[in-house]
């Protein structure tokens, strides 16, 4: 795994092969950078990155300057691999929860300028996940909620969504906070 743009650009990330991850391939990942290039300052955003697996996605907001990072992840040997990462990378501002992701939301009350979450694509709840973000308030006015998901899945008829976009097997569906809603 290799971060593609920003302070740590072209550094590899070497990841333990028995993670139970599909990480975003770089094509995916580059695509989905130049999008969120024209619609945010990644500078000092507070970050949601959920079923964070390997940290992928986390790691590109770090080297583009995001300086509060939040990872959920329910895997022991994911968490622990995004921290041993984040500790590497000198990044003080990351906070990693081993916890079901779903638990986390529904206990969460912070809100975040972006949310990125890449479940598996075959989870039963993956449906739920825009609802429980918007229903708890959990963007920023402005907010971007981004959801990697299969073929399979399809968001177009949701409240707040924006876009969809696909990049060979991957799927990103974009959600917006527009107006404050408190």
Known sequence: MRIISGNFKGRNIHTPKNLPVRP?????????????????????????????????????????????????????????????????????????????????????????????????????EMESIPSLIFEKNLLRENGILVIEHGEKTNFSNYPHFSQHRKYGNVNFSFFEQSTNPN
Do not use: H, W
Request: proline fraction near 2%.
């Open 24 to 124: 975003t391939t770089d094509f995916a990942k580059e695509s989905l950078f130049n999008i969120l290039n024209n619609l945010i300052d990644f500078e000092n955003i507070k970050v949601l990155d959920l079923f964070a697996g390997t940290g992928n996605i986390s790691y590109e907001f770090l080297s583009r300057g995001s300086g509060d990072i939040t990872c959920v992840d329910l895997n022991f040997n994911c968490t622990n691999f995004i921290k041993k990462t984040f500790d590497e990378l000198q990044f003080r501002n990351g906070k990693v929860f081993k916890m079901n992701v779903f638990s986390f939301l529904k206990n969460e009350t912070s809100k975040y300028n972006l949310i990125f979450a890449d479940p598996p694509y075959d989870i039963e």
